[in-house]
Structures are given as structure tokens and as C-alpha cells.
């Protein structure tokens, strides 16, 4: 009987497609609905700060279980291309077994350990495959015509490639360049856990240090020692991370380097994450206001108890956070910006029209009159159509039905952390991976 795999077939997408397959996920994943497009502000940095990176990352040692995964089947006389997603699937079911069985339980690094034995919607290798390319731990073809062209002999480690006169045929098709597969890998008792081996956490380690051009993630791993690690929530708070940036401009500077100050690009980064929080919420509270509205015109009373929920939080940035969110955004110098990211269509003149108006509010009674206004709404009504088209909330009319059922928890109002959690947490599997000098 056929698989499952072998009945929906193998879908190959180009490499455009999978990554913005990979930044609506990542969106995704951390409940953030990108309603204004304000997410191009968190990839734009993230990707300038960490190269090849994804929120859907967890642990450092995945970098080193993936191209184990691949490399195990190449060494798998029953690893034939009819076979190899098969076998591929059972040693990734394998490998989250073993971690469960071994990694504390209110750990959430374990890809797919929440729906274990039954396969993650995305595996590992799906999650990674960028990560390996970036940091040069894989060299060849795509991850799907991998699969798909499967021969176990053109699958091989760095390490094992001679000068030779082959037909070009038989070149390989993938090149792992990682540390050798260990000896307990697929051992059914085996000790599996994100803790890195020394030699391992000094690869990686080196790997990442060793990224051209540079990069702040390549500096700071370079920086890791004993007691040298990131400790902050914010990565433009975090003091390792400050000495990085300046370790970058020191040792890495030229024409063509970006950004061309990394300690700026930091605070430049912290501005954009609060003005984009402050977009976040008035985009909010303007489809509560007009969610408000359709009930009152339709008679739907008493109004729900949250009705203003969004609107009273809009007010709490000047009632209750003394201004700080407001402070950072309206510190924030745009033209910086945009030398340091592309802000793709209107998102430069809505990020210029809420500044502008936020500047001017001194106390909380001023945010209806200035935020919630009619220039406001238009800006933000016209944005949002231009991005979702008929799935817009914010259109008077159009917009009444996708309102239906709008109040709190709909909109997750949120900074940006620019993957931060999940790279402060790699660099710390390293760094605790690293033999004590």
C-alpha cells in the first residue's frame, strides 16, 4: 500500500515562495496579525541582525540535527528515493522521542513535540534549511529537489569529498559541512538533549563568526565566554549585544558594509518597535470604534462589557507608561530608517503620519481628536485595502461583516522583538556548550 507521503505527492516551491511562505509564519506563530504592514519592519531588522534566522527556530542543535538526519540516510542502504520520506519522517519521529524523553517538560525547543508521534507541519528541516545555507553547513541542491532526486551516494559530509574525475552527473547533490554523525544517533536508548558537546558549541560557534559579510549574530557569537552571553528581553537593551555592535563598527567597517553603524541601527531598531506597537493599537482601536458603530446602528444593546477595550489601552500610553512607548517612537529619526531597511509602499508615510500626530498629544483626552480622527482612518482604510482587499476590517461598509464578532483579543497589540527570543536562546545553547578556559 502506498504511504501517505507517496499519495499527496512532493510539492517543490521556488526559493521566492518559501520565503515569504516563511515571513507569513513567522507572523503567524507569534499571533501578530500584520494588518498595516508593519511586519516588514521586523523582518527588515531581523534580517539585518540575523541573517538567516526564523522565529519558527528553536534550539542551536537543531543546525546540527537536521544535516545528521540527512546525512544518517545517506548512510542507509534502505534510504532508496521510494523510501527516503518515509525513513526521513521516522528518524525525525525518532530524534523529538528521544528529546521528550530526555529534555524537561515545560520545554517548548522540541519541534513537533506537541503533536508527537503524528509528523509536525513543519518539520525540521523545513524550519532550518535557510539557516544552513547561510551559515555554509550546507552547499547544493534545494531541500526539495533534494528529496525528490534522492540518491544516498550524491548525499555526503564535507570531509569526505576527493578531487576526482567524475562525470558530472555523479557530482553531489548535497554537501553537509557539520561534525560527524555521533555514534548513538537512531539508538533506540539514546541520550537525546539540546545540551551541545563541547567541540559541537565551538563549531557553531566558529561557524557563525566566520559569516561574510559580518553580521551582528556572527560578532556576538565570536563574543561568547564564560561568562559572556545575552541576559536582557530586548536586544537593543542588552548589554552583550550593545558591546557586539560595538565590537562591529571596530572591526568591520567599508563603504559597502550594512548597517554602517550597528550601535545606531540598535536604537534605531528600538524606536521602530514602539512606533510600530503605537500603529498596532490605533489600527485597533479604530475598528473597535467602528465596530461600536454597527452596534449602535443596529440596535445591539447594552454593548459589550470590552467594547473599548482597545481604545482605553490606546489612552494607557500616556496614562500609564508615562510616555515611554511614545518617548522611543517619537525619537525615532525615519530617514535612519530607511537607510536601514526598505519599507516597501505607503508604509513610510503611514509611520511618518503617526509619529507626526503622536508628538503632538500631551495628555491622554487628546487621543480620540488626533488618533482616532478622520485623516487617520482614511490613511489607515486605505492601507489596509491595499494589503487584504476584501478581507478589510476597516472599510465603513465593506468592512461591517469581518468587524462582526471584533473586541478584545482579536488584535494582538505587541512590540517587535525582531526574533530576539529565539537568538538570545541560541547563543546561549552555545555559549553553554563551550568548554570552560
Avoid at 185 to 192: G, H
Avoid at 381 to 398: F, I, N, Q, V, Y
Amino acid at each position: 500500500m502506498a504511504s501517505p507521503q507517496s499519495i499527496a505527492g512532493w510539492i517543490d516551491i521556488s526559493p521566492a515562495a518559501l520565503r515569504k511562505l516563511r515571513a507569513e509564519l513567522e507572523l503567524r506563530d507569534k499571533s501578530v496579525l500584520d494588518e498595516m504592514g508593519v511586519g516588514a519592519i521586523h523582518t527588515g531588522y531581523a534580517d539585518l541582525f540575523f541573517p538567516g534566522t526564523s522565529v519558527l527556530h528553536t534550539r542551536a542543535r537543531y543546525l546540527l540535527f537536521v544535516p545528521w538526519i540527512y546525512l544518517g540516510l545517506a548512510g542507509n542502504p534502505r534510504a532508496r528515493a521510494e523510501r527516503v520520506r518515509e525513513l526521513k519522517e521516522k528518524t525525525e519521529q525518532w530524534l523529538t522521542g528521544r528529546l521528550r524523553t530526555h529534555t524537561e517538560e515545560n520545554d517548548e525547543g522540541i519541534i513537533g513535540g506537541r503533536v508527537y508521534p503524528a509528523p509536525p507541519a513543519q518539520p525540521p528541516d523545513f524550519v532550518y534549511w535557510s539557516a544552513l545555507r547561510e551559515y555554509r553547513l550546507y552547499e547544493g541542491i534545494p531541500r526539495a529537489q533534494l528529496l525528490a532526486r534522492w540518491d544516498r551516494a550524491r548525499v555526503i559530509q564535507r570531509k569526505d569529498v576527493h578531487t576526482r574525475e567524475d562525470r558530472v552527473d555523479q557530482q553531489p547533490l548535497g554537501l553537509f559541512d557539520v561534525p560527524p554523525l555521533p555514534a548513538w544517533w537512531m539508538q533506540e536508548d539514546a541520550d537525546v538533549s539540546f545540551q551541545l558537546a563541547p567541540h559541537e558549541a565551538e563549531f557553531l560557534r566558529d561557524r557563525l563568526a566566520q559569516r561574510r559579510p559580518p553580521c551582528l549574530l556572527g560578532v556576538a557569537a565570536a563574543l561568547l565566554g564564560k561568562r559572556l552571553r545575552p541576559t536582557a528581553k530586548t536586544v537593543w537593551g542588552d548589554p552583550f549585544m550593545r558591546r557586539a555592535a560595538e565590537v562591529f563598527e571596530r572591526d568591520h567597517s567599508g563603504p559597502d558594509l550594512h548597517p554602517a553603524s550597528a550601535v545606531a541601527a540598535l536604537q534605531r531598531a528600538d524606536g521602530a518597535s514602539a512606533l510600530a506597537e503605537l500603529v498596532r493599537a490605533i489600527y485597533a482601536a479604530l475598528v473597535e470604534a467602528l465596530r461600536e458603530q454597527d452596534l449602535r446602528a443596529a440596535g445591539r444593546l447594552p454593548l459589550p462589557d470590552d467594547h473599548a477595550y482597545y481604545r482605553e489601552y490606546l489612552r494607557s500610553y500616556w496614562e500609564e507608561d508615562e510616555g515611554e512607548t511614545v518617548r522611543r517612537a517619537c525619537e525615532l529619526p525615519l530617514q535612519g530608517l530607511m537607510a536601514d531597511i526598505h519599507l516597501p509602499g505607503r508604509l513610510p508615510e503611514l509611520l511618518a503620519h503617526v509619529q507626526a500626530r503622536v508628538s503632538t498629544i500631551r495628555r491622554a483626552s487628546d487621543v480620540h481628536t488626533k488618533l482616532l480622527d478622520n485623516t487617520t482612518l482614511e490613511l489607515f482604510t486605505g492601507l489596509e485595502w491595499d494589503r487584504k482587499r476584501t478581507r478589510a476590517r476597516l472599510p465603513r461598509r465593506d468592512g461591517r461583516g469581518r468587524r462582526e464578532g471584533f473586541g478584545q483579543g482579536t488584535v494582538r497589540v505587541a512590540d517587535i522583538n525582531y526574533r530576539w527570543p529565539m537568538v538570545s536562546r541560541m547563543l546561549r545553547d552555545i555559549q553553554e556548550g563551550l568548554p570552560d578556559v
